[in-house]
């Protein structure tokens, strides 16, 4: 199909348009180009070309005077002679030849000048997409590289997620020694406090004992004849309770080697769990602390224990001298009241 054939009439109105608007913005004294026509109407630049070259050559077009009636040199020289007639007919030729060959000169250099702004637009273009190529590479080389450091970061997402994991894992881990800890320090507790109530009831009986013992005292001081027997049992009933308290505090003091082994266990899962947590060994080192601080009183109770325990000992052993005694004078005094009744 040729060019012109594909050129419409809407097509055609609308680039002579752009080409009347910008000739009459330049005063009409600079006819514009195919590609200055061509960025206003929005066109393909071959069409465009074609219209614009056409519009130039109206614009550009002028009629050139043809003979059509016999001039009246012609009828003056018909009577002379026919050579005159032959010549003017050639000037008249001749200058048509001339407007013709003019005409041809203006459309050829009008083409040049088309095939040359066509020539440096095709270049123009070809630099923009040779430009276009170089970006598109370059994009796809960052692509590329981003694609990477994408798969490098999900890469490292993994890492951490299962960091992550195994994080929890110790974490619970961690939560369930410390759950373990604490319910084995709440054990030590209530051991602990079965120990000082007993520890306490041990001080009460010896404490009872101490007072019996003083009753016991003043009442053979008052009346140690009549009392001697009492005395014995009751220095025997003594001697069986000091016995039971010796082997209550002998368990206690097993007991209490018991509760320090066990918080020697409960300072090293503490320690342990210090470990794994932070804020969970501050906890259970307060914790054993404080158990600590209850096995030293505790500790302290039982060693008052068994002062008391010896000192009922001394008492014991006091108030026996004392009887011996008490029998030696009762002794000295049975002869002296036989004599006496003889």
């Not at 120990?195 to 009442?219: I, K, P, W, Y």
């Not at 140690?224 to 209550?248: C, S």
């Not at 008492?315 to 029998?327: I, V």
């Amino acid at each position: 199909m040729e060019p012109n054939s594909a050129i419409t009439p809407e097509f055609r109105a609308r680039v002579i348009e752009a080409a009347e608007q910008l000739y009459a913005e330049s005063g009409r004294e600079r006819m514009p180009s195919a590609s200055e026509v061509r960025a206003i109407a929005r066109t393909d630049m071959n069409l465009t070309t074609i219209v614009v070259r056409e519009w130039k050559r109206q614009q550009t077009a002028r009629p050139v005077p043809v003979a059509v009636s016999v001039p009246e040199s012609v009828q003056q020289a018909m009577s002379e002679a026919l050579a005159s007639v032959w010549t003017t007919a050639q000037e008249l030729a001749n200058a048509s030849l001339r407007s013709a060959e003019q005409q041809w000169q203006i459309e050829r250099e009008e083409i040049a000048a088309d095939l040359k702004e066509v020539s440096g637009e095709v270049e123009r273009l070809e630099g923009e997409c040779k430009t276009a190529t170089e970006r598109c590479n370059v994009a796809t080389l960052n692509l590329g590289d981003a694609l990477e450091r994408i798969e490098q970061q999900d890469g490292e997402l993994r890492a951490l997620r299962e960091q992550l994991a195994r994080q929890e894992a110790l974490t619970q881990q961690a939560e369930a020694r410390t759950q373990e800890i604490e319910r084995r320090a709440e054990d030590l507790k209530g051991e602990l406090a079965i120990a000082h109530e007993d520890a306490a009831a041990v001080r009460n009986e010896l404490s009872e004992a101490r007072r019996l013992h003083l009753a016991e005292l003043d009442q053979v001081k008052n009346v140690a004849a009549e009392q001697i027997e009492r005395t014995n049992e009751q220095l025997a009933t003594v001697r069986g309770r000091l016995d039971a308290a010796n082997e209550q505090l002998e368990a206690r003091g097993l007991e209490v080697q018991g509760l320090q082994t066990q918080l020697a266990t409960a300072t090293a899962q503490a320690e342990a769990a210090v470990q794994i947590h932070a804020e969970q060994k501050q906890g259970a080192a307060r914790e054993a602390h404080r158990l600590a601080e209850r096995f030293t009183t505790l500790q302290s109770e039982r060693d008052e224990a068994v002062r008391l325990a010896n000192q009922a000992n001394q008492d014991a052993a006091r108030l026996s001298g004392q009887l011996e005694s008490l029998q030696d004078v009762l002794s000295r005094l049975a002869p002296a009241k036989t004599s006496k009744k003889e």
